[in-house]
T-cell receptor
Framework: DAGVIQSPRHEVTEMGQEVTLRCKPISGHDYLFWYRQTMMRGLELLIYFNNNVPIDDSGMPEDRFSAKMPNASFSTLKIQPSEPRDSAVYFC???????????FGQGTRLTVV | KQEVTQIPAALSVPEGENLVLNCSFTDSAIYNLQWFRQDPGKGLTSLLLIQSSQREQTSGRLNASLDKSSGRSTLYIAASQPGDSATYLCAVMNYGGSQGNLIFGKGTKLSVKP
């Protein structure tokens, strides 16, 4: 397996635009996690899915953020409209179970100008 | 709410030195603890995982210890090399809850000078 694959690796967009980040988890993993990393706050969990169902989205900062997992091999994180304070690195991770090792993607570096 | 703290935030050492990175957590009811490495522009790579029932784990020049009762873990790196330069993240895994399964510290940025 190629590991967790995220796209794009880098995204630069203007304030107010819609941004969509994509993630392909490792095949067979039942859990998918979206994290955001900033210098000030470190790594924070935004939302996670179990068997494609969103379980907890309490980490999603605002209604501008939404995430979907239409099938077991694909998830998206959408920001609409984007703001400069959304600039961060967004990571996707997957794991086979709740207490098993999580594998992280390379991340998407988002810059909103 | 679980909180994870890593000290120091940054560390610079000469090559060959042995060093210790510290991690503390506020709630001792953890399932396990993991140490990750993050290189610039890259994702996270798991280094060591210590189950709550274990005291330490070793992999090559790395040794991680866990004292659950005091809420502390250390990562010991022996004979440091320039290739060890990276950010090291500590994360505890809770049994459950809205924080998700992994709660991370902010990391220690290590620089090993040749």
């Amino acid at each position: 397996d190629a590991g967790v694959i995220q796209s794009p690796r880098h995204e630069v967009t203007e304030m107010g635009q819609e941004v969509t980040l994509r993630c392909k988890p490792i095949s067979g993993h039942d859990y998918l996690f979206w994290y955001r990393q900033t210098m000030m706050r470190g790594l924070e969990l935004l939302i996670y899915f179990n068997n494609n169902v969103p379980i907890d989205d309490s980490g999603m900062p605002e209604d501008r953020f939404s995430a979907k997992m239409p099938n077991a091999s694909f998830s998206t994180l959408k920001i609409q409209p984007s703001e400069p304070r959304d600039s961060a690195v967004y990571f996707c991770a997957s794991s086979a179970g709740w207490h098993t090792e999580a594998f992280f993607g390379q991340g998407t570096r988002l810059t909103v100008v | 709410k679980q909180e994870v703290t890593q000290i120091p935030a940054a560390l610079s050492v000469p090559e060959g030195e042995n060093l210790v990175l510290n991690c503390s957590f506020t709630d001792s009811a953890i399932y396990n603890l993991q140490w990750f490495r993050q290189d610039p522009g890259k994702g996270l790579t798991s280094l060591l995982l210590i189950q709550s029932s274990q005291r330490e784990q070793t992999s090559g020049r790395l040794n991680a210890s866990l004292d659950k009762s005091s809420g502390r873990s250390t990562l010991y790196i022996a004979a440091s090399q320039p290739g060890d330069s990276a950010t090291y993240l500590c994360a505890v895994m809770n049994y459950g809850g809205s924080q998700g399964n992994l709660i991370f510290g902010k990391g220690t940025k290590l620089s090993v000078k040749p």
